[in-house]
């Protein structure tokens, strides 16, 4: 198959079922800076599907059969059933069907260095810190980041150099399907459980990842991590590691101090002084994301100086702990976090920003995730005042009836009483209104649409 990809302008054409996807699209953009002709189709226009019209892509609003004419590869996102009609007349014509994350696998293999990073959370901050060092580096990278990041000026740059820089995503293996030259493991935590048995299924994928680097290759890992660190005791090839609370890391630090929420830190390496490093992005967590990308770079050559400077230019990107705007004195927030773990982080930072209350509006994402960490999503709350649960986002999945979210909310309730269920979004930003006073910070969470919510909030007039 990678062999009916080519990068001769003109050379074929690419239909992309589900185009406006935030991986989907970025690997759209990078083929038709080649030259390649792409269609595409999705349920749902946008500011993205828009964007890849004005560069050229003929993108259809609708999942239909006839949007199959004479495409050279249709390639589709996990998130597409494999009854898709598209997929399906594909099939029919002959035509080759290839998954989004062999698709990139197909790009990277092009470039003579790769970057991936992985792990269940901080994926797509670490990517974008190194995309920053690396650009402040002049190393010119492409990059493909599963978030807007206004550096680059969205989710998708296209670099004239052979450096490449892309998350490894774990959800029904994709990231096997490619092969870096360096490796990020963040974390291993139970996720992705309607396709992974258990954690131990999880970390052995994480090691069939690592086997794929290409030699010699290098491979960071964090230390804080049990399951990385399990992972790292069956290696055989050298890894570089970190952690906050791991002393016998090669890459650690200490005299951590915040302001504003955002921390300041001495990183040492191998127990000596490295520097200094004040991060713009608030939390402990961007500490842990900042040694990472302080690992990875300098495992790479790029200065020191360099690598400072990239991070301590770094403000994030939307929708991760993204301040959406104030009104009324109350502070409203957005962030992507749809995992108890995550979550906890979160709410974790967002608590140091709070001068008031912490209120937070919070989507679970899918039911097989609801179902299966319902214990652990009962705890994650604790830091918040008030906690409003919404609907499930189903995402690629159908209900199955095992969980809804006043079930969660319960859940919560029985360890902190603090949470409320409210469906319908209106209802939330009069909930908001009604409640929230100067000095409260809102939060919105989850991997769905929640984030309209703050936005519905601050552009309503008329309300106290």
């Not at 998954?99 to 990277?108: C, D, N, Y």
């Not at 989710?155 to 092969?179: H, M, P, V």
């Not at 992974?196 to 804080?224: A, M």
Request: contains cysteine; negative net charge.
């Amino acid at each position: 198959m990678k062999n009916r990809i080519s990068f001769t302008p003109g050379n074929i054409t690419v239909h992309m079922v589900g185009i406006g996807g935030i991986s989907m699209s970025g690997l759209a953009e990078i083929l038709m800076h080649k030259g390649i002709k792409i269609t595409g189709s999705d349920i749902r226009e946008s500011d993205i599907t828009e964007m890849l019209r004005n560069m050229g892509a003929v993108v259809f609003p609708s999942h239909d059969a006839s949007n199959i004419t004479n495409q050279d590869l249709v390639v589709y996102s996990a998130a597409i059933p494999q009854d898709n009609p598209e997929l399906a007349e594909a099939r029919n014509r002959g035509i080759p069907v290839m998954e989004r994350a062999e698709l990139l696998g197909v790009i990277m293999d092009h470039f003579q260095h790769c970057i991936a990073v992985s792990g269940t959370h901080g994926k797509t901050t670490t990517t974008s810190m190194i995309s920053q060092v690396m650009l402040e580096g002049g190393l010119d990278p492409t990059v493909h980041v599963g978030g807007m990041l206004d550096a680059i000026g969205g989710n998708t740059r296209i670099g004239s150099s052979s450096w490449f820089i892309a998350e490894a995503c774990e959800y029904k293996d994709s990231f096997l399907k490619i092969r870096p030259t360096l490796a990020v493991v963040l974390n291993i935590e139970a996720d992705h459980l309607d396709y992974f048995r258990d954690i131990d299924h999880i970390r052995s994928s994480f090691q069939s990842f690592l086997s794929n680097v290409r030699e010699p290759g290098i491979i960071v890992l964090n230390y804080d991590d049990p399951q990385t660190r399990l992972l790292s005791k069956s290696l055989t090839r050298p890894f570089v590691s970190y952690g906050l609370n791991s002393p016998d890391a090669d890459w650690t630090c200490e005299d951590i101090s915040f302001e504003d929420g955002c921390a300041g830190f001495t990183v040492f390496h191998k127990k000596s002084s490295w520097g200094r490093v004040k991060l713009q992005v608030p939390g402990l967590h961007n500490v842990s994301n900042s040694l990472a990308c302080i690992a990875a770079c300098h495992a790479l050559g790029v200065a020191r100086t360099s690598i400072i400077k990239g991070l301590e230019g770094y403000r994030g990107t939307h929708r991760r702990l993204e301040d959406k705007g104030m009104k009324n004195g109350i502070r409203v927030m957005d962030d992507y976090a749809h995992h108890p773990t995550e979550i906890q982080a979160t709410l974790r930072a967002a608590r140091a920003l709070a001068a008031g209350h912490l209120i937070c509006i919070f989507q679970p994402h899918t039911y097989t995730r609801s179902y299966e960490l319902l214990d652990d999503f009962s705890r994650a709350f604790a830091l918040a005042d008030t906690v409003v649960v919404t609907d499930i986002y189903a995402a690629r999945e159908k209900d199955n009836g095992l969980i809804n979210s006043r079930t969660i909310t319960e859940g919560i309730n029985r360890n902190t009483g603090n949470a409320v269920y409210i469906s319908d979004f209106g209802d939330i930003v009069r909930f908001i209104e009604e409640n929230a006073q100067t000095g409260d910070l809102v939060i919105t969470m989850g991997a769905g649409d929640i984030h309209m919510v703050g936005e519905m909030y601050l552009s309503r007039t008329g309300s106290p």
